[in-house]
Each structure stands twice: as structure tokens, then as C-alpha cells.
């Protein structure tokens, strides 16, 4: 089986990443179904925000090669019309859930979640429903933050090295600066660093702070961003790397790696790196590699396609749906990775399916139709380019 697309930059659809989503959303969901000590949720996040990285990048740099220019002002609306919707009916849903425990929404926590800024109130405030049962419902809007950070000010600066060059060193000099400041963070904010105790800088717990903000996670979009970079200028050492076998082999034993080494120092500062790297190779493996025809073919069977669509809003409202079992069931968190009886399940699952088919079908495709009339002309891949993606 021949890879889907040539090198090179275009708003054609590729099926393989919906099919990668569907893998993504999939891991998360599991880590928060009580298989959280078997199954990394951390790393299906990082998974999204490498392919977040990749796609985006690379359709801003078509619209590049095709128009000599970027239109910021159609990027930024685009980017409000695809995730604003499903997030506003998000925090609206959970708000009356909220009210319906008999409980206020947490004021800082929906400030956060309304305006990006979850995962600092994570880092500094931590800020809870008041009671144990009902888990924050807008702590899963933390990603959502750290993606619009880097993507507030990413396509400016990508125009600004297109014009004068030197996209590279300045995106691999974000990713070393990125691992050199969660290097930093922990020996300055650990027990006797010379920051210990200072919440501005260090956060509530390192862990979160190290996990959870935007200038310690950006690395693993870069990564993304790279990769489209380098396959819209395939010198023959990266089309000789992304197409060799052993490219998809080295990025499985890495991330494997990354898993079962278990020191606690490398898993709060290496472990993002070396996953994000091993997405990279991957990734390209995947889509440029003729070795990896089996594992395009896996990717593209529709109930995976179907997944990936729906990934966004699953994402959102199974953490909601989680929400309101504990509540409905009366079990406190105590570890983000406990295992829960079966009425817990009887209510998450099927609230889950019901949530994220509502705002699938009722929010996303019809703005999904909307945001495709939006994209620009004269751009190689248009008139292939999924609606929904």
C-alpha cells in the first residue's frame, strides 16, 4: 500500500490522522476509566498535540506556498468557529449540571476555562467544587489552553521565518529551550532548590506545574510543527529516514521506553521529549513509509474515522460524564487512576456516547460546514480537505 500523500504541504484530507485521533482519545478515555496505572492518559494528550502541531503547520505553510502570504485574521476566526461552539456548550452544560448538585461553578475555574487559562488556575489554584464527589468539570479544558497559547502567536512567527528564513533553528531552539526549562523547574522548585515555595513560579504542586503549563509543554507541539516543516522540504536524508522500517520501530521503542523506565525525575522533564520525538518519527513513518501500509489500512476502518471526528467533543464530554457518575454515585477521587464499580459505568458510558453524539451532530457538523466555506482559495488539497477536520 503506497503512503496517502506526497511530501509536501496541502489541505488534502488525510484519513491515517483521524484514524491517529481515534487512537489518541481512546488512550484517555481509558486512563479515566480506571485503567489509569496500565494505560498512559498523559501520553494520548501528547499524541494530540503532536498531530495538532503537524496538521496545523501544515496548512498554514500551503497557504503559504500558494499565496505568498498568511491570513492571520482568517486562521484566528477559523480556529473560534471550530472549537468555540463545542466549548461554550461545554461550560454551559456543566454549569447547570453544577447547579443541579446544588453547587456554584467554581468562579476562577470557569473564568479559566471561558477565557484559556485553565491549566495556570490548575497550576496556581487547583480550585475544587467544594465537594468531594463532583470533580471540577472545566480541569479538562486544560489542554484546550496550552493549544490556544501556542497558537495565538505561532502563525505569526511562522510568517516572520518564512520571510526571512530560519524556521529551524528557531523551532528547534524553542524545543531545547522548552526541555531545558522543565530541567530547570525541577531542580529550582524541588525540596531545597532555591525557588522552593514560590507559587508564582513553581505552581501549587511541580508536578502540575511541570505537566500542565504552556512554557513546559510546548515542545511536544513543536514536534508536530517540525515534522510538516521538514516534509515540505524533503532533502533525501528525511525522506530516507520517514521511509525506512526501522523509523516506525525506533519510535514504538521509544515510547515504550518512555513508559517503563519509571524515575520520577525523568518522567516530570524527559519523558515529554522523548515521546514527542518518537511521535515525530512515528508519524512520518506512518504517513511516508510504504512499510507502513498495514497500519494506514488499520486507521482508515470508518468506525476509527468516525472516532477521530468525534474526538474533540468526546474529549469534552466524557470528563463531564465522569463528573456527574461520582456525583450520582457518591464516590470521591482520591487518585486520578482508581478503578470504580459497575453502576459508575452504567452511567458514564452511556452519557458519554449521548453528550458526544448531541454535540457531534448538533454543534460540530453544521459549524464544521461553515468553517470549510471559510478556508482559503486557491490552496492545493482544497476541494479535498475534510469539512469536519
Known amino acids: ?46 499524541l494530540f498535540f503532536g498531530i495538532s502541531g503537524f496538521i496545523i503547520t501544515r496548512l498554514l505553510l500551503a497557504e503559504w506556498q500558494a499565496r505568498g502570504r498568511i491570513d492571520l485574521k482568517a486562521f484566528y476566526l477559523r480556529r473560534a468557529v471550530r472549537l468555540l461552539p463545542a466549548m461554550l456548550g461545554f461550560v454551559l452544560l456543566s454549569c447547570l449540571a453544577l447547579w443541579a448538585a446544588g453547587l456554584r461553578p467554581p468562579g476562577w475555574s470557569l473564568l479559566g476555562g471561558l477565557f484559556y487559562m485553565t491549566n ?16 471540577n468539570p472545566f480541569h479538562i479544558l486544560w489542554s484546550l489552553s496550552i493549544e490556544e497559547h501556542f497558537y495565538l502567536l505561532f502563525p505569526l512567527l511562522l510568517m516572520l521565518t518564512l520571510r526571512r528564513g530560519g524556521f529551524l ?44 503549563g504552556t512554557d513546559t509543554r510546548l515542545d511536544a507541539i513543536l514536534f508536530g510543527c517540525l515534522l510538516a516543516w521538514l516534509a515540505s522540504r524533503p532533502t533525501p536524508w528525511v525522506q530516507h529516514l520517514l521511509r525506512h522500517p526501522a523509523t516506525l520501530v525506533a519510535a514504538a521503542l521509544l515510547v515504550l521506553g518512555s513508559l517503563l523506565y519509571r524515575d520520577p525525575a525523568f518522567r516530570d522533564t524527559w519523558r515529554y521529549s522523548v515521546q514527542s520525538l518518537a511521535i515525530l518519527l512515528g508519524l512520518g513513518a506512518l504517513l511516508f513509509s510504504p512499510a507502513a501500509g498495514w497500519l494506514r489500512a488499520l486507521l482508515r476502518l470508518p ?36 478503578s470504580f464499580p459497575l453502576e459508575w459505568y452504567l452511567v458514564s458510558l452511556p452519557l ?25 482559495s486557491g490552496v492545493p488539497g482544497i476541494a479535498q480537505a475534510s469539512p469536519v477536520t
Open 1 to 46: 500500500m503506497t503512503p496517502p500523500q506526497p511530501f509536501g504541504s496541502s489541505y488534502a484530507y488525510v484519513p491515517e490522522l483521524d484514524g491517529l485521533r481515534a487512537v489518541s482519545i481512546a488512550i484517555v478515555l481509558l486512563s479515566h476509566w480506571g485503567l489509569g496505572r496500565i494505560v498512559p492518559g498523559g501520553f494520548g494528550v501528547t
Open 352 to 376: 458519554t456516547a449521548v453528550l458526544a453524539a448531541a454535540f457531534y451532530w448538533g454543534l460540530e457538523k453544521p459549524v464544521a460546514r461553515l468553517r470549510h466555506r471559510m478556508r482559503p
Open 303 to 338: 468506525p476509527l474515522l468516525l472516532l477521530g471526528r468525534m474526538s474533540y467533543v468526546i474529549y469534552l464530554t466524557h470528563w463531564l460524564a465522569f463528573c456527574i457518575a461520582c456525583h450520582w454515585q457518591g464516590i470521591a477521587i482520591t487518585d486520578e487512576s482508581q
Open 169 to 212: 533553528p528557531w523551532v528547534v531552539g524553542l524545543i531545547l529551550a522548552s526541555q531545558a526549562w522543565r530541567l530547570l523547574l525541577r531542580a529550582a522548585c524541588g525540596p531545597g532548590g532555591m525557588w522552593e515555595g514560590m507559587t508564582p513560579v513553581c505552581g501549587v504542586t511541580l508536578e502540575y506545574r511541570l505537566y500542565l
Open 120 to 135: 495556570y488556575e490548575r497550576i496556581w489554584l487547583e480550585q475544587g467544587t467544594g465537594l468531594a464527589t463532583f470533580p
